[in-house]
């Protein structure tokens, strides 16, 4: 996660299409700013909801990234958002706050805020994730 924030490894390419980015990475915290365009409204004229939805799932999801030690990972089991206030692109950014509430040997749950640049609270959201071994495949197929 240091990495991407440093510019020394690639973003996810969802970052790129829905216009948002990495700003902050801590221990068990992560941190992105997106910027809600035109591009991102549903038919009612408002952001949808599943911008609202990854940008939250990307900050909880790398929160709990931050806890994990080589040779684990993890995936999104359960995400819930609740959406409390209409967002258009009046609201020039908006940050994704992400925080690890558990992260245990098989399960990790994290919350998060989406919230304009005066604290408005725009929707907030928990995760569960699987935690798990990661299996590499060397050169010979065999998995260790």
């Known amino acids: 996660m240091q990495a991407m924030l440093e510019g020394r490894l690639p973003f996810a390419s969802i970052a790129q299409t829905l216009d948002f980015l990495l700003i902050e990475v ?12 035109t591009q991102h409204l549903n038919p009612m004229g408002t952001v949808h909801g ?19 030690p080589p040779g684990r990972g993890y995936t999104t089991a ?3 958002v609740n959406i409390v206030k209409a967002l258009t692109p009046k609201v020039q950014r908006v940050r994704a706050i992400g ?5 245990g040997r098989q399960l990790a749950t994290a919350e998060g805020r989406l919230v304009g640049p005066d604290g408005t609270l725009y929707a907030h959201a928990t995760t569960t994730c699987l935690v798990f071994d990661m299996h590499h495949k060397p050169a010979g197929g065999a998995t260790t």
């Not at 801590?26 to 809600?36: E, I, L």
């Not at 599943?50 to 994990?68: K, N, R």
């Not at 925080?99 to 992260?103: D, E, L, R, T």
Request: charged fraction near 10%.
């Open 26 to 37: 801590g221990d068990g915290r992560a941190v992105f700013q997106g910027t809600p365009g």
């Open 50 to 68: 599943g911008w609202f939805a990854t940008l939250l799932d990307s900050a909880v999801g790398c929160a709990v990234h931050t806890q994990m």
């Open 78 to 80: 359960e995400l819930s």
């Open 99 to 103: 925080q690890v509430v558990h992260c």
